[in-house]
């Protein structure tokens, strides 16, 4: 059983830093392709970067490349999101998910490829 739990959201001045962290307590963690997504109030839920499961590659959403990084530690059950030169228009509350579907080596953007959602994690930018 996959049981995430996202950390590390806080709030933060534009250009500061965060590191997110998203915590597997099941056995399976190392399988899969993990991904975070973001939802800011009022807006869909969004694809921000995914890892595949040896973290041999990985994807972002234009808006964050260059200034977000994904990583994963197989031995600890966790993925990381470092989140680098942050605007305001990062707000939003970030969520980490597992990719069950749409290919074992394939890093997919949208949310139905997803199962496993952590609770969530607030950011807020200050400007």
């Known amino acids: 059983q996959v049981q995430l739990v996202e950390s590390g959201g806080g709030l933060v001045q534009a250009g500061g830093s965060l590191r997110l962290s998203c915590a597997d307590s099941?056995?399976?963690?190392?399988?899969?392709?993990m991904g975070w997504f973001r939802q800011a109030p009022g807006e869909e839920r969004e694809f921000v970067a995914g890892?595949?499961?040896?973290?041999?590659?990985?994807a972002y959403v234009d808006s964050v490349k260059g200034r977000f990084t994904i990583s994963r530690d197989n031995a600890a059950n966790t993925v990381y999101l470092q989140m680098n030169s942050l605007k305001p228009e990062d707000t939003a509350v970030y969520y980490c998910?597992?990719?069950?579907?749409?290919?074992?080596?394939?890093?997919?953007?949208?949310?139905?490829?997803?199962?496993?959602w952590g609770q969530g994690t607030q950011v807020t930018v200050s400007s």
């Open positions: 998910a597992v990719q069950t579907s749409g290919g074992i080596s394939i890093i997919n953007f949208s949310v139905y490829n997803y199962n496993y």
């Open positions: 890892i595949t499961s040896n973290g041999g590659a990985t």
């Open positions: 099941g056995q399976t963690f190392s399988r899969y392709i």
